[in-house]
């Protein structure tokens, strides 16, 4: 097996992650997410390729081999349970524990998060409701849909984020909103597609278009 290091499961990690948003991974969208110039990235993909992790010509979309995909879903197995640990048994809130699940994701041992996977009870999905790969790679997806494609009137669960930056979430937690909380969609404003709901028995506030964009939900 080809060594791996932090910062090539880094590259694995951002390249699986923006194959799952974007049609085609670019090398300047890859450089963007990794706060990185292009020739460094350029570099790092050389290296991949070697290790056969990477599809890439020049000029050409970024995809995952096989053994790459296979690579970056370990990756992102760790990282999530570490979130989950964190968050469920060591009583972090769910906005402080990417930094700290970021180191923990390059501990090299199976049988560590295994056993961190069987003490939480094997769960799904992640704090913030993305979906944790089983220990045989196995994804679960469900189809989430935004809340900013709900009509006037519907009501929703929440179910899961597509953005977990820590401003985000501390934002959600001013608003005491939660996973699996019930939302009702009062008024949408034709000018911004902003939204007014309610929730939880508070006073209707107003969300942007971009906070809709992020809160991912399930009809109820």
């Known amino acids: 097996?080809?060594?791996?290091?932090?910062?090539?499961?880094?590259?694995?990690?951002?390249i699986y992650a923006l194959s799952n948003e974007l049609e085609n991974v670019t090398l300047s969208k890859l450089s963007e997410r990794l706060r990185v110039s292009n020739p460094t990235a350029n570099s790092m993909i050389k290296s991949l390729k070697e290790l056969n992790w990477v599809n890439y010509e020049k000029y050409r979309p970024i995809s995952l081999t096989d053994e790459g995909k296979k690579q970056a879903v370990k990756i992102v197995r760790?990282?999530?349970?570490?979130?989950?640990?964190?968050?469920?048994?060591?009583?972090?809130n769910w906005s402080e524990v990417h930094d700290i699940a970021e180191e923990m994701e390059h501990i090299k041992s199976s049988l560590f998060f295994d056993r961190m996977d069987?003490?939480?009870?094997?769960?799904?999905?992640?704090?913030?409701?993305s979906p944790i790969p089983d220990k045989q790679g196995k994804v679960?997806?469900?189809?989430f849909s935004k809340l900013s494609e709900a009509s006037v009137g519907s009501k929703v669960r929440l179910m899961a984020l597509g953005s977990s930056s820590r401003d985000f979430l501390k934002f959600l937690?001013?608003?005491?909103?939660?996973?699996?909380?019930?939302?009702?969609?009062?008024?949408?404003?034709?000018?911004?597609?902003?939204?007014?709901?309610s929730y939880n028995s508070l006073a209707p506030t107003t969300f942007s278009r971009d906070i809709c964009d992020r809160l991912l939900v399930l009809p109820l």
Do not use: W
């Open 1 to 14: 097996m080809p060594m791996s290091s932090p910062a090539k499961e880094n590259y694995l990690k951002a």
């Open 118 to 129: 069987e003490i939480l009870g094997f769960p799904e999905r992640d704090p913030h409701g």
């Open 78 to 92: 760790r990282h999530r349970l570490a979130e989950m640990f964190l968050v469920e048994k060591m009583g972090f």
């Open 140 to 143: 679960l997806h469900h189809n």
């Open 173 to 197: 937690d001013n608003r005491n909103l939660e996973l699996g909380t019930e939302i009702k969609v009062k008024s949408i404003e034709a000018f911004d597609q902003s939204m007014e709901v």
